[in-house]
């Protein structure tokens, strides 16, 4: 589902929408039109990242684009306009309005549609909501309102009520900006078109910047859009903009690391007939075209010892104070890319044999490194595997994917000297590490289920006589 509006039987216009379960903001990546560009119903139009996937969004109509309301990197909120569409080019009919629009006004507020608002996934945004959360992304200078009316011979598309006159002329970010920084808005100099008042000039006001200087010399030190890594005057520090991705993995890991009383265990050991195991594996024809790899042996065994120990797979019911159990497994998989550490999740991992659980895996991986994975792909997963092994590195201390009850992270497999039957043997060794909730898992609990994945990764025939 889209979600657009129609501002005139000639030009429509398309909205940012829900692109996951309740996600109020994203990023604008690329767009793929550019005004004048004939669009078709379907056609993929722009790639947006929100705080969970990167997203394409299709345009739900044909017409000519008329205009683009954002530049790549500008994180809009939903339900803003994101780009104008002529559907009737050619036929000369400008659009009408109630009345004439008599000066410039900051851009307005659509007013809200009734019910929930049609979105891409979820329900959208429930019909008493009246406020919007501030855009993180840099404003463009001028209200859209008035860039319409200029382009429209004069006549200005049906709009919600403007501002009041008395009022200074800003957007909503923007007051919340100035009152954050304790600014008086009558007092900043305005110098958006229309005489809308800027971040710039917000930022103006606020800075002890000398009498002479005007507004437009401050602006460069303000991030210009798209918003962008700055470097000091000095070159000795760089500053990033936290978004998107990045943002999502902060707040969810620190409310993990807060939330849940993180326990971890450590177990090394000799996985030499894993290895073995795997090589096998990818001469039979039972597993062709499937990826093969430790990884695989490893995820099978952490189900096998769900299975065994299944109170482990649980949640905690903060509101009710009630702890969770799952009967089903999906199996979050931690991947690297390009835009940050994400971590989807095999639904129903549980019911999977060895050749579909790494099929599951192989198209999760790709899925992932083509940043082409959904909000629902990295939702409601129950236990995750954490391979840092790949990096090089010995082991860590993984913190929960928040609402997980444990994460088992997988250290590199190094041939290593071990003692073998009595000798000393070069083996290849590895070292798990099992990061659990202690509200849902006790150390007892989460002994028995790390010594599991040990001991079948030790004796994979165990797989068979246990699983």
Request: charged share 20%; hydrophobic share 45%.
């Amino acid at each position: 589902m889209t979600t657009m509006t129609e501002t005139s039987a000639r030009f429509r216009e398309f909205k940012m929408p829900d692109v996951g379960e309740g996600l109020t903001e994203a990023e604008i990546l690329k767009w793929f039109v550019q005004p004048g560009d004939t669009v078709t119903d379907g056609q993929v139009v722009c790639e947006v990242e929100t705080a969970k996937a990167a997203v394409e969004l299709p345009i739900p109509f044909d017409g000519v684009v008329h205009e683009l309301r954002f530049p790549e990197g500008t994180t809009v909120d939903v339900g803003e306009v994101i780009i104008a569409v002529d559907v009737a080019p050619g036929s000369g009919d400008a659009p009408s309005a109630p009345e004439p629009v008599q000066e410039p006004v900051a851009e307005p507020e659509p007013e809200a549609p009734k019910g929930r608002q049609p979105v891409l996934v979820g329900y959208g945004v429930a019909e008493t909501s009246t406020k919007r959360r501030a855009r993180k992304g840099v404003e463009i200078p001028g209200p859209a309102a008035a860039a319409i009316q200029a382009e429209m011979n004069g006549h200005a598309a049906p709009v919600a009520p403007t501002v009041p006159e008395t009022r200074p002329l800003a957007k909503p970010p923007v007051r919340k900006l100035a009152k954050d920084l304790g600014i008086d808005l009558a007092t900043v100099t305005p110098t958006g078109e229309g005489g809308v008042i800027t971040r710039e000039d917000v930022h103006a006001a606020a800075a002890p910047a000398p009498a002479e200087a005007p507004a437009q010399a401050v602006a460069p030190a303000v991030a210009p859009a798209p918003a962008a890594v700055s470097v000091d005057a000095a070159g000795r520090e760089t500053r990033i903009p936290v978004k998107g991705v990045r943002k999502a993995i902060a707040q969810a890991m620190v409310g993990s690391a807060f939330t849940a009383p993180h326990v971890t265990e450590f177990v090394t050991l000799d996985v030499t007939r894993t290895m073995k195991l795997v090589a096998e594996l990818k001469e039979d024809k039972d597993m062709a075209g499937v990826r093969v790899n430790p990884l695989l042996i490893i995820a099978k065994a952490l189900l096998v010892a769900i299975k065994r120990h299944p109170e482990v797979n649980a949640t905690w019911d903060e509101a009710n104070q009630e702890i969770v159990q799952k009967h089903y497994v999906n199996l979050g998989i931690a991947a690297a890319t390009p835009r940050g550490l994400i971590v989807p999740n095999i639904k129903d991992a549980h019911d999977k044999t060895l050749p579909e659980l790494g099929q599951a895996l192989s198209d999760l991986v790709t899925t992932a490194r083509d940043g082409k994975t959904s909000p629902a792909a990295m939702a409601g997963g129950t236990v995750t595997i954490t391979n840092v092994g790949v990096f090089g590195v010995d082991t860590g201390t993984p913190i929960l994917n928040q609402g997980e009850s444990a994460i088992l992270a997988v250290g590199a497999i190094k041939l290593q000297p071990w003692v073998h039957k009595g000798k000393v043997k070069p083996r290849q060794v590895t070292t798990l590490a099992l990061s659990f909730d202690h509200r849902l898992v006790d150390g007892e609990l989460g002994s028995k289920v790390l010594a599991d994945v040990a001991a079948i990764l030790e004796q994979p025939k165990r797989l068979i006589t246990w699983g």
